[in-house]
T-cell receptor, first 114, second 116 residues
Framework: AQSVTQLGSHVSVSEGALVLLRCNYS??????LFWYVQYPNQGLQLLLKYTTGATLVKGINGFEAEFKKSETSFHLTKPSAHMSDAAEYFCAVSERDSSYKLIFGSGTRLLVRP | GAGVSQSPSNKVTEKGKDVELRCDPI?????LYWYRQSLGQGLEFLIYFQGNSAPDKSGLPSDRFSAERTGGSVSTLTIQRTQQEDSAVYLC??????????????FGEGSWLTVV
C-alpha cells in the first residue's frame, strides 16, 4: 500500500532562514504529490502539487517543492522563513487512477523563532 | 460564505450516543470528501461522493459510520453508538469535480468531536 513519510514531527528555524521539510513516498509508480498547510483551528490549504510536467513546482507564499523520482522524494522548501509560516505541514499522495483519495503523512510542525 | 461549511464546529457527546456532522460544500462542486484527523491515526480518508456515482466508502472504519449526500449537495456523516476512539476532527472537503490532476480540493475547518 502507498505510504508517505515525513521526517521530523517538529522543525524549528529562525526567521529569515531556509525552510526544508522532507517527504518521501513508497510507490514505485510516481503518484500525484501534494503539500498542504494547516494553521491553528483551520482546515487544510493546498500549498502546491505535482501531477505531471516540470518537476520543480512553485506554490503559494513562496514555497516550492521538487519531485525527484530517483529518491522518491518531494521535499518542501522556502528560501526565507517568515513568522507567519508557523503551522503544520502535511505531505500527501494519491494514486493516478484514484486521485480523489489522498494519503497523508503524519505532518511536520514548523516553528519559526524571531 | 464561499468556502466549505461544517457544523457543528465542536461536539461533545457521551459514549454510546449517535452524532451527525453536516457539511455544506462550495456551491457547484460535484465532488465531496470526508476525512478524519486524530492524534493516533493522523489524517485518514473516509468517503468520497462524485455526482450521482456510487460513493467510495472504503475508508469508513466500521459499520457504525455512514454518510449520505442529499441532492448532490449537503452531506451528513453519522456515527452510531460513539466510542472514545471516535474522538477526532472530521474534515469535509469539496472540489469542482473528482480527481486531482486539474482540480483543487477545498477543505472546511472541521467538526471537533469529543466522546466522553
Amino acid at each position: 500500500a502507498q505510504s508517505v513519510t515525513q521526517l521530523g514531527s517538529h522543525v524549528s528555524v529562525s526567521e529569515g532562514a531556509l525552510v526544508l521539510l522532507r517527504c518521501n513516498y513508497s510507490s514505485s509508480v510516481p503518484p500525484y504529490l501534494f503539500w498542504y498547510v494547516q494553521y491553528p483551528n483551520q482546515g487544510l490549504q493546498l500549498l502546491l502539487k505535482y501531477t505531471t510536467g516540470a518537476t520543480l513546482v512553485k506554490g503559494i507564499n513562496g514555497f516550492e517543492a521538487e519531485f525527484k523520482k530517483s529518491e522518491t522524494s518531494f521535499h518542501l522548501t522556502k528560501p526565507s522563513a517568515h513568522m507567519s509560516d508557523a503551522a503544520e505541514y502535511f505531505c500527501a499522495v494519491s494514486e493516478r487512477d484514484s486521485s480523489y483519495k489522498l494519503i497523508f503523512g503524519s505532518g511536520t510542525r514548523l516553528l519559526v523563532r524571531p | 460564505g464561499a468556502g466549505v461549511s461544517q457544523s457543528p464546529s465542536n461536539k461533545v457527546t457521551e459514549k454510546g450516543k449517535d452524532v451527525e456532522l453536516r457539511c455544506d460544500p462550495i456551491s457547484g462542486h460535484t465532488a465531496l470528501y470526508w476525512y478524519r484527523q486524530s492524534l493516533g491515526q493522523g489524517l485518514e480518508f473516509l468517503i468520497y461522493f462524485q455526482g450521482n456515482s456510487a460513493p467510495d466508502k472504503s475508508g469508513l472504519p466500521s459499520d457504525r459510520f455512514s454518510a449520505e449526500r442529499t441532492g448532490g449537495s449537503v452531506s451528513t456523516l453519522t456515527i452510531q453508538r460513539t466510542q472514545q476512539e471516535d474522538s477526532a476532527v472530521y474534515l469535509c472537503a469539496s472540489s469542482p469535480w473528482g480527481g486531482q490532476r486539474r482540480n483543487t480540493i477545498y477543505f472546511g475547518e472541521g467538526s471537533w468531536l469529543t466522546v466522553v
